[in-house]
């Protein structure tokens, strides 16, 4: 009877012991998952801190070499515009916000692959009832420079800045003509002119002619 209440204590002391790890093993890997969980947070916390710096590094860079790249196209657009040094003279047309060089009619670069052209035919602005016959083109391209000449109306301003003289005209007249090599232009042979060509907007088969007639000389 002795032994086997002994038996009991010590099958009931086991229980507890077991009982009593299990509590204590219990609290130990709560406290390690708390603990890894913890460190794992502050491991997120930190890769997604270096991962935003590093985004915010990249779009300032991206913006830098954006403002870079919108300076050197404002650069060149300057430089374009005022380089009266290698332009035999400049064009300009106020209404459509126009300025552009051309050169000598022996240049390479009178061309209008490159630039707008002064046909070899024509005459300089300095010439007496002359005709300076310009010719560009149109479209959507980047050699597209006369590509907003279909807003102009009779009536309309350009000049010319040529060998030190500003010559004024005024358009007085605007046709279409068909795109077959050759054009018809018909001008006031008593007057001093500047001729404006390009192809017609939204219609392949045609070109139009801008006439306009030199009103003063500055």
Do not use: W
Not at 26 to 51: A, C, G, I, P
Not at 108 to 123: A, E, M, P, W, Y
Not at 182 to 195: A, F, G, N, P, Q
Request: aromatic share 10%.
């Amino acid at each position: 009877m002795n032994e086997k209440k002994l038996k009991k204590k010590i099958l009931f002391s086991l229980i507890l012991i077991t009982i009593g790890i299990s509590l204590l093993l219990n609290d130990y890997v709560v406290e390690k998952r708390e603990k890894v969980f913890s460190q794992t947070n502050l491991e997120l916390t930190r890769l997604l801190n270096e991962e935003e710096e590093k985004a915010k590094a990249i779009e300032a860079k991206k913006q830098e070499e954006l403002k870079k790249e919108e300076e050197k196209k404002e650069e060149k657009t300057t430089t374009q515009i005022t380089d009266y040094e290698t332009y035999v003279g400049i064009l300009e047309i106020p209404k459509i916000n126009f300025s552009k060089g051309f050169y000598r009619k022996e240049s390479s670069l009178n061309n209008v692959k490159f630039n707008i052209k002064i046909l070899d035919s024509s005459n300089y602005p300095n010439e007496e009832k002359g005709n300076t016959i310009i010719i560009g083109h149109s479209g959507n391209y980047s050699n597209s420079y006369f590509a907003l000449l279909y807003q102009l109306e009779v009536g309309d301003t350009a000049t010319i800045t040529y060998e030190n003289k500003k010559y004024h005209y005024k358009i007085v007249n605007i046709y279409d003509d068909t795109k077959d090599g050759t054009v018809t232009i018909y001008r006031d042979e008593s007057k001093t002119c500047l001729t404006l060509i390009t192809c017609t907007k939204d219609d392949e088969t045609k070109q139009t002619i801008y006439i306009l007639e030199l009103e003063n000389v500055e």
